[in-house]
């Protein structure tokens, strides 16, 4: 199983980016998708997710109202388009893969970075 993220870059305040995350090797739409990141110095955190046939997102408070999440099962992909960025978006972003009925993430991508300038 790979999960691959692209999309990352550097951005000022205020802009946007697109982050894809291509999957390969499991059967996509048996697994709900997740999006993580690790900010320097913190610990990995939640950001959004998004359940198997994509009717259902959940994100966290941070980014509410700025990200959205949607997935593409004819492609593997899912996505987080990432608008309004803010200093504190800069982070290492992960997509992550959990099992319709399982309870953890059970696949990781590489990650990607995104750094938001001032």
């Known amino acids: 199983v790979q999960l691959q993220a692209s999309g990352g870059g550097l951005v000022q305040a205020g802009g946007s980016l697109r982050l894809s995350c291509t999957a390969s090797?499991?059967?996509?739409?048996?697994?709900?998708l997740g999006w993580f990141r690790r900010a320097p110095g913190k610990e990995r955190e939640f950001v959004a997710a998004?359940?198997?046939?994509?009717?259902?997102?959940y994100y966290a408070d941070s980014v509410k109202g700025r990200f959205t999440i949607s997935r593409d099962n004819a492609k593997n992909t899912v996505y987080l388009q990432m608008n309004s960025l803010k200093l504190g978006d800069t982070a290492v972003y992960y997509c992550?893969?959990?099992?319709?009925?399982?309870?953890?993430?059970?696949?990781w991508g590489q990650g990607t970075q995104v750094t938001v300038s001032s």
């Open positions: 992550a893969a959990q099992p319709v009925r399982g309870a953890s993430y059970d696949y």
């Open positions: 090797g499991l059967v996509f739409s048996d697994y709900a």
């Open positions: 998004i359940s198997w046939s994509g009717g259902s997102t």
